[in-house]
Nanobody, 124 residues
């Protein structure tokens, strides 16, 4: 099995910054895309940022230029640096990863995993 654990959420004033981290562990052969999603109260979960195994990144229009996604593949970790935060960024942020799992040292299929979420609250 694979587990994703997020950290770094909290309360920050508008204009401030936070950095989220997500570490994957378990029976990992390789990690393909790693993504950050968020879900605000009463709203659908939305994709915030994507990082592919090839190094490409993509962002939602609402965060482009203020948020940065990065990865440390040696640690199976992905980060989300969030700057110039706005109150509308208040949400639970979830880490998501497309993982090729291993069994007996061999590739054993691709699966989608989610973290438990971390709360980000931006006060006005």
């Amino acid at each position: 099995q694979v587990q994703l654990v997020e950290s770094g959420g909290g309360l920050v004033q508008a204009g401030g910054s936070l950095r989220l981290s997500c570490t994957a562990s378990g029976t990992i052969f390789s990690i393909n895309a790693m993504n950050w999603y968020r879900q605000a109260p009463g709203k659908q979960r939305e994709l915030v940022a994507t990082s592919t195994s090839g190094g490409s990144t993509n962002y939602a229009d609402s965060v482009r230029g203020r948020f940065t996604i990065s990865r440390d593949n040696t640690k199976n970790r992905v980060y989300l640096q969030m700057n110039s935060l706005k109150p509308e960024a208040t949400a639970v942020y979830y880490c998501n990863a497309d993982v090729t799992v291993t069994r007996f040292g061999l590739s054993f299929g691709k699966y989608d995993y989610w973290g438990q979420g971390t709360q980000v609250t931006v006060s006005s």
